[in-house]
């Protein structure tokens, strides 16, 4: 059962469930991959595909990480649940497979794990870029193609979305706006308050300059869909893990959606370890996002068969 913490932070000893490389988020100043997107060498039963969005009239890459009981001979009819798992500002599609043994995950929770290329664009459908409408291609066309090319239950109990930073927010604008899509998402030191950051990473290239476009901005902040979450009628309500690090730059943003979502009294989990913005966090934390959305997804199971 999920669990709503009183307390504003909930200290716990960092664990590290796992030993790859650290490497720093890269700074705001940082320039992009060309292109937007890089080459990555994938684990054997990874794919790097690209899918066509109608929305952008443009092909999108992505990495998709398949559990090795999928090739089993006696389980070719078996499905699976999904993770999209969502990459941060100045990253791309091939972030998560370089970082971390993400292979490995996948085969230890039996789930299938597609990493989207969100090319800086906030997971946004950006009102005044055509080329940037990722809010439709995640939530819509990367699941239908997912559900359509892979054994997958296509139904939101299995179906979870998380990511890191820019990822962070992306995974809970989209979980909170499309709740029939997901039913299970988080965030690790995810940008709660995109209002407080009006120059830094490209946010103006999606929403225009925040001063003649105020609402625009409001409407896309993660703490401000606290009340949309509250009214969705759809029930079971949706399993909700957030974390952050103790020195990370968004930790005042995180602290103050968690005791939004508990004045709500919206269900969730949250806690704080120490950590600042940087890949030894979220390798970290993603352990833990793991084992939180295995549970959902074994009472999702349940659920499909009432």
């Not at 979870?160 to 998402?185: E, K, N, Q, Y």
């Not at 970290?284 to 996002?289: E, F, P, Q, V, W």
Request: charged fraction near 20%.
């Amino acid at each position: 059962m999920k669990k709503i913490f009183l307390k504003s932070i909930v200290l716990v000893a960092t664990v590290m469930f796992m030993t790859a490389g650290a490497c720093a988020h890269p700074a705001p100043n940082a320039a992009a991959p060309k292109d937007g997107v890089e080459e990555v060498q994938t684990p054997p039963q990874a794919d790097t595909i690209e899918v066509m969005s109608q929305k952008m009239n443009r092909m999108i890459k992505n990495v998709v990480i398949k559990p090795q009981c999928y090739f089993a001979a006696d389980k070719q009819k078996e499905r699976y649940p999904v993770l999209y798992l969502l990459h941060g500002a100045f990253g791309c599609y091939s972030d998560w497979s370089k970082k971390t043994n993400i292979d490995a995950l996948a085969d230890q929770y039996g789930v299938i794990i597609v990493c989207p290329d969100g090319q800086d664009s906030w997971y946004f459908d950006s009102p005044i870029d055509p080329q940037m409408q990722f809010e439709t291609y995640v939530s819509k066309e990367l699941v239908e193609y997912i559900d359509s090319h892979y054994r997958t239950f296509a139904n939101r109990f299995m179906r979870a979305i998380t990511g890191l930073s820019m990822g962070g927010h992306g995974s809970l604008f989209l979980a909170w706006r499309h709740p029939d899509v997901f039913w299970s998402c988080g965030s690790m030191s995810g940008n709660m308050d995109i209002t407080q950051y009006p120059d830094k990473w490209h946010i103006k290239d999606r929403l225009g300059e925040q001063a003649e476009n105020e609402k625009c901005w409001r409407d896309h902040a993660v703490c401000n869909l606290v009340d949309q979450l509250k009214a969705c009628p759809l029930q079971p309500a949706q399993n909700i893990i957030i974390d952050d690090g103790l020195n990370d730059i968004f930790i005042k943003n995180n602290i103050a959606l968690h005791e939004q979502l508990v004045e709500k009294g919206i269900d969730h989990d949250f806690t704080v370890r120490p950590g600042r913005h940087s890949w030894d966090y979220w390798v970290n934390s993603l352990d833990y996002h793991m084992m939180f959305f295995s549970k959902a997804f074994a009472r999702g199971a349940e659920l499909m068969k009432q």
